[in-house]
């Protein structure tokens, strides 16, 4: 059964940085691009950053280019996105996700406040 667990939100002042993990189960992992979404309350799910399978090619938001980067241990079956230069705009739940998309993690919150 495929099984994301996203982690390391948290509340960071604007200008800050965090980094989310996300740890995956199941042998799909290595062989699958994977994607970060961000969702607000009453909004739909927004597609963040991209990577591919052997991590050697990545795709960005716009409102995230320059301030997020995604990367990949495929021996750890991990997915990580590291956000810097955070905006209030930033606040959301984060959730990992496989190209095509399967069940959904809890995710992490992230919360961007002075």
């Known amino acids: 059964q495929v099984q994301f667990v996203e982690s390391g939100g948290g509340l960071v002042q604007p200008g800050g940085s965090l980094r989310l993990s996300c740890a995956a189960s199941?042998?799909?992992?290595?062989?699958?691009?994977m994607d970060w979404y961000r969702q607000v309350p009453g909004k739909q799910r927004e597609l963040v950053a991209v990577i591919s399978s052997g991590g050697d090619s990545t795709y960005y938001a716009d409102s995230v280019k320059g301030r997020f980067t995604i990367s990949r241990d495929n021996a750890k079956n991990t997915v990580f996105l590291q956000m810097s230069n955070l905006k209030p705009e930033d606040t959301a739940v984060y959730y990992c996700n496989r190209r095509p998309t399967t069940n959904w993690g809890q995710g992490t919150q992230v919360t961007v406040s002075s």
């Open positions: 199941g042998s799909f992992f290595s062989n699958s691009v």
